[in-house]
């Protein structure tokens, strides 16, 4: 493993470790009707979304950029399909028809950000206030609930292992395939690292950036398809809410800077396992709701100091620019 | 428009312009558009309502400017009126109260600081582990809302100041442009300032150049940590309460000011007075809200939207339009 | 290997024992002695990534080393970094210009000592001196300007003006000259031998040999991370200094002869600019460039061959004229559309423009490549490592690991893989901006022969230099350029330097392009 | 405010609404802006963004645009005196609706209309108390820790319990008043605390959320474990009518009506009483079934 990755994958054992002692049957997993139970496949079943939208985000920081709007497009998007669910629709055709309506929304920020150029932060800013508008918009602020056998599948279904996960690795499988077998993560990578030397050396930045903020929107569609199956419902005020916060700090924990540039799939799918288990720790150990942040600040204060470079250091500074 | 293209501006100065120039158009549309809009109020009350998060733009705008990020400032505005409070309530007297309150602040920038330059955390994280640090210090304080009944505090708060044309001002409205005029100060006419825009522009080649470039990382974060705390001592006033839930998001109104003002979020370029001019259009388009009377809560979000929308895309044209010329 | 050493001077003011530096993987310098005395120039010498920089670095705190000591006037001392190398009165250039793009060339040059006023910075004290300090560099630019909006040349001198500046014991010169032309170095030199006479101590890399025999008092050569030897410039001779630095003889590194004779430019032009010009950049010109034909740019510092290199490529828009390829107009919206059609452009500023230095070696190679395949085609892996392991070997890139993160690179290792980025696009029309910046003399001629390979093979080449030899040497052609304006067009045969530098300076205009 | 309206009669209202972070929340406001428009009321609304600044900022805005009476939902008893203040300069009643405020200056409003949070919490913990014998392990699901409501429902709860040694609540935790924080807070308990007897959700939301995680878990929601919720939005009164949840406390959210007639009394300057309480009733199983058919939210 990449020893950027040592630190946010010892955090995550250690999170594991106390909730072991705490609740022994932690680790425990069972296998009752074909399904796999237990709390680690909790973990993974309430953190895919984070992951799904984390991965969305990694790319779109690997080019400098951010999308603040993922929350709110998965709001969109699980308004979107319980919508039309509740007024007698088919699940799938409501599935597609919420990702096409966030392809959308994702050409819309990659539209502000690669042609008109606008700071990606704001740009996203937009989208994210009015995009709960718009979700708000489609259920007239209610709490749309379904009952759609096949919507809840997504994500609350089952194939030995929760439906959900599968997904999520699925997009991670597919999403590492391309970027791999492809150009595409090397280009992605030097239009984040230097846009100017990217465009003079021919690399098409603005197709790049348009096609990493679909993606975005797109991850964040499927995540927030999953938010409202596993609850039958589609919340536009509560879901995805601040999980865009989740998903940067999952990417950076990951390793990957904001700054852009080299990012790691692996460590952001390790980062958002790690979110996800500090937050069912604070459940199942029992930390009383007034004391949660102060412990997460706590566990993220200490991984930090952990991190911090100790012992000789021979290279006092990395040359972030060129070195000699 | 045309009125200011005339003379030509250094392009670095076009944003800050542009920014200004629609916020300008802004508040003439709405003037246009609703009755006692227009009015010498209305503008004072843009920083009555906004004296806080003025000052919150301002500590964020140096930390922007050296390329970092604070999410902690609403948190921590937060904490300062929970402290206030609980401190008020337990019988201090204001100056002390107040004296407490922004070492806190401080501290917590200090630390926050210290944890980006010494052990090379991100800011992003940093700043988040500050942000729950100061949230949940809150809840640790009083999980209730405290009401605030100090004398001094009170004062502070209501009284007013005239001004000619029956227009009333808040003395938090003073304490802000008075950290405004400092922060410009700062920026422009001392070394550290210069420092700041030098560690933004290239972190690497300040350092060579034999900046102390650690003392100016943390530093920024100390003054960002004592804006937040002033801008919540100024938001106890606002509301005589300390809550632990007030000024949730409030991070993202003071990044969002700042970068609307011109800044780049990349650090090295910006203006104070363009996150004041942020500050002024986040609130014109809050007033236009509120005027407007007739929105549901869906149409509010999509219309603040839009109007937002409205305004960086005019502010780009703006720029550009300049540029080519 | 080690000379005996003039015993002119007691004591040095700055003496290195030891030194070591290690990086991950990498051992830059090996137990290396050094010494600095008052009142001399000392070139330090060396293939890229001989260690120069890595050496002037530990010097000055940057790196911390992993063994040995530095003494400054006789007083053990240990930096943790250049703002108390600075303040100890070591005042330094480094090899990348330093500086920052985003404030005024007067600040950059007064940063951390500005003059105040009752504690304020004083704007216009502060402009006027570094115009002054500019002045002094025969630099007559706005102080109040933003340094990004000037080229590479220019911010090189604002470096130097900087460094100058303080009342500093030693001066720390790397590779000051890597893109000033002649007229700008002899300014320099004059300032270093004012500075040398009051008794600073210079420490000066470079890789033009002429330089070092103009200036230098003595000379230390480093190979490969370690010593070779000091000696003193009055005897040594070129061909002796050269083989310290490569260590081996001088055989394989004869000049390239002008073999201007075995290529034959096509008929008809490839490329054919008709009044191309953009306002403030570029006054319109004409120029036919033909395939297996290397054209040479000449002119001053700011007499606009970037400007005129950029337009050919469609880096910038041209707002008058045209472009013919192959005799049918062509127009180019962006660099890519020039790459699609065979044209490459290699950036006079490689840090800014050109490489992406934290992806490896081989990603900034293939680069231009793959943007031209698209990005769902990846260029093979095994065609990618043969690309690369034959421009490493050609160009001698060190380390020769094509896995290395091109920020851990010595700059001239840098601008070789930036050349080898634009050659493995094999590319009709070749425009290269000062591709000779920071090249040791070995990969220079190294270089020189690539290029006229590629040109008798048939390939177009646009050759921009600094150094007018290099450019007099290689070209089939020659333009002049001075003011923005193309003043003159010399064929290869005719053309010496000392005619094209009375071209340059004199205002003459050759009969057969004339200045528009 | 009172000579305003007499220009042509029709009564012009501000009311600043907290925000739309909930259903309950959106019927609140639905109900508001009908009743306005029945009784002829011209009403100005906004919404603040679940942000007490903006709320006292369009508070502020319609004494500047002055209306002739202003409403609005304090969420959080403190933190109004300057702006009531000016209100009250400017001679313009206000009724707080929801909740009441914490001020010694009680001329700063009218009147207040609304539920009372603690007496939710007690409610709850009667019923439990006279529906239940032997010891009870009970799970709580609080609101957004912090916000009035998850505080008052907390402890009008206990204060009930502390009568029965034998109720205990062995685990708490926040499910920030959403479906899917009820899942995943009640999805951890059932891992961390075996034998959970009783779920006492702050809102039907997280507790329709916890019916999920309890079906999951392989038990019957409502009969293996005994579900109190509070609100009876329409979700809740459906799983509640279904036997999925046992007992729901009305929070009345259809303050409408009455809030106009307050609003026409005190601009007309008649006497009102301090402090209105909304009618608000309990539901078990059997009274969901029979008053689900003519529900309106
Ligand atoms: N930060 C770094 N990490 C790893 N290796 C490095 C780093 N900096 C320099 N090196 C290596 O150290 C060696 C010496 O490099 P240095 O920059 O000192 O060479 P140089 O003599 O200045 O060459 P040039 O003439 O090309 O500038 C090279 O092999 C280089 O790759
Ligand atoms: N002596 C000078 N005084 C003022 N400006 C100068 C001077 N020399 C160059 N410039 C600047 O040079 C720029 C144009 O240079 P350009 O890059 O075209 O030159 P060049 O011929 O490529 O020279 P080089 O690449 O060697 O700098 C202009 O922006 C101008 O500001
Ligand atoms: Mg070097
Ligand atoms: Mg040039």
Known sequence: MNRRLLWPALALVALLVLNLVVTPSFFELRIRDGHLFGSLVDVLRNGAPTVLIALGMTLVIATRGIDLSVGAVAAIAGAVACTHLAGGGDAVTGMVLALLVCAVLGLWNGFLVAVLGIQPIIATLVLMIAGRGVAMLLTEGQIVTVDDDVFRQVGAGFVVLPVAILISLAVLGGVALVTRRTALGMLIESVGVNPEASRLAGVRARTIIWTVYVFAALCAGIAGLMISSNVNAADANNAGLWIEMDAILAVVIGGTLLTGGRYSLLGTLLGALTIQTLTTTVYTIGVPPTATLVFKAAVVIVVCLLQAPRGAPVPRREPEVVGS | MTALAVPRVPSRFLPVIATFVVFVLTFGAGSVRYEGFASGQIVANLFIDNAFLVVLAVGMTFVILTGGIDLSVGAVVALATMIAAATLRAGWPAWLTILAVLGTGSVLGLGMGLMIHKLRVQPFIATLAGMFLARGLCFVISEESLSIKDPVFRAVATETIELPGEVTITYSVLIALAVVGIAAYVLHLTRFGRSVYAVGGSESSATLMGLATGRVKVGVYVISGFCSALGGLLFSFYMLSGYSLHAVGLELDAIAAVVVGGTLLSGGVGYVVGSVVGVLVLGTVQTIISFEGTLSSWWTKIVIGVLLLAFIALQRLIVHRQRDL | ?516 | GDDAAGDDGTITMGFAQVGAESGWRTANTKSVQEAAKAAGIDLKFSDAQQKQENQIKAIRSYVQQKVDVIAFSPVVETGWDTVLLEAKRANIPVILTDRAIDSEDTSLYETFLGSDFVEEGNKAAQWLLDNTTGAQKVVELQGTTGAAPAIDRKKGFEEVIASRPDIEIVASQTGDFTRSGGKQVMEAFLRSTPDIDVVYAHNDDMGLGAIEAIRAAGKVPGKDITIITVDAVKAGMEALAAGEINFIVECNPLLGEQLMDLAKKVVAGEEVPARVVTEEGTFTQEQAKAALPDRQY
């Open chain 3, 1 to 516: 290997m080690t000379e005996p050493l003039t015993a002119a001077q007691p004591q040095p003011l700055v003496d290195l024992r030891g030194m070591s530096v290690e990086f991950p993987g990498v051992k830059a310098l090996r137990e290396v002695d050094f010494r600095l005395f008052p009142g001399e120039v000392h070139a330090l010498m060396g293939e890229n990534g001989a260690g120069k920089s890595t050496l002037i670095k530990a010097l000055t705190g940057v790196h911390a080393p992993s063994a040995g000591r530095i003494t400054l006037d006789g007083a053990p001392v240990s930096f943790t970094g250049p703002a108390q190398a600075q303040a100890a009165g070591i005042s330094t250039v480094y090899q990348e210009v330093n500086l920052c793009p985003n404030l005024s060339v007067a600040e950059n040059i007064l940063l951390g000592r500005e003059p105040r006023r009752l504690g304020a910075i004083n704007g216009r004290a502060m402009r006027a001196r570094a115009a002054r300090l500019l002045g002094r560099m025969g630099l007559t630019i706005d102080p109040a300007s933003a340094l990004g909006n000037h080229p590479i040349a220019i911010r090189q001198l604002v470096a130097i003006a900087r460094a100058v500046a303080v009342d500093a014991r030693v001066l720390i010169l790397d590779e000051p000259t890597s893109s000033l032309d002649t007229d700008e170095v002899d300014e320099l030199f004059r300032i270093i031998r004012v500075l040398r006479d009051d008794g600073v101590a210079v420490l000066f890399v470079t890789h033009f040999l002429e330089q070092v025999f103009a200036i230098s008092d003595r000379v230390t050569v480093l190979r490969n991370g370690s010593r070779v030897g000091e000696y003193d410039t009055a005897r040594l001779t070129r061909i002796e200094l050269v083989s310290a630095m490569i260590g081996r003889e001088l055989g394989a590194l004869a000049e390239v002869e002008r073999r201007t004779g075995d290529r034959h430019a096509a008929p008809t032009p490839l490329l054919r600019a008709q009044g191309l010009g953009r306002t403030g950049a570029i006054a319109p010109f004409d120029l036919d460039l033909h395939a297996g034909e290397v054209v040479g740019l000449a002119g001053l510092l700011g007499s606009g061959r970037t400007e005129l290199a950029r337009l050919l490529f469609g880096a910038d828009r041209a707002d008058t004229g045209r472009l013919l390829l192959d005799g049918r107009p062509l127009r180019l919206r962006s660099p890519r559309a020039a790459i699609a059609r065979g044209i490459a452009f290699s950036s006079e500023d490689r840090k800014a423009e050109g490489l992406v230095t934290d992806l490896t070696v081989r990603d900034n190679m293939i680069l231009a490549l793959q943007a031209a395949r698209g990005w769902a085609r990846q260029v093979p892996r095994r065609t990618a490592d043969e690309l690369v392991a034959t421009y490493v070997e050609r160009l001698d890139i060190r380390p020769a690991d094509p896995d290395a993160v091109v920020a851990t690179l010595s700059g001239g290792n840098q601008q070789k893989v930036l050349l080898a980025r634009w050659l493995i696009t094999r590319p009709r029309l070749l425009i290269l901006d000062e591709p000779t910046r920071g090249i040791d003399v070995g990969a220079k001629a190294q270089l020189q022969r690539v290029i006229a390979d590629l040109a008798a093979e048939g390939m177009a080449v646009l050759f921009v230099s600094a150094e007018l030899e290099e450019v007099v040497r290689i070209s089939d052609r020659i333009v002049v350029l001075r003011d923005r304006h193309k003043v003159a067009e010399l064929s290869g045969a005719g053309a010496g330097v000392d005619e094209v530098l009375e071209l340059i300076a004199s205002g003459r205009t050759t009969a057969e392009v004339g200045g528009r």
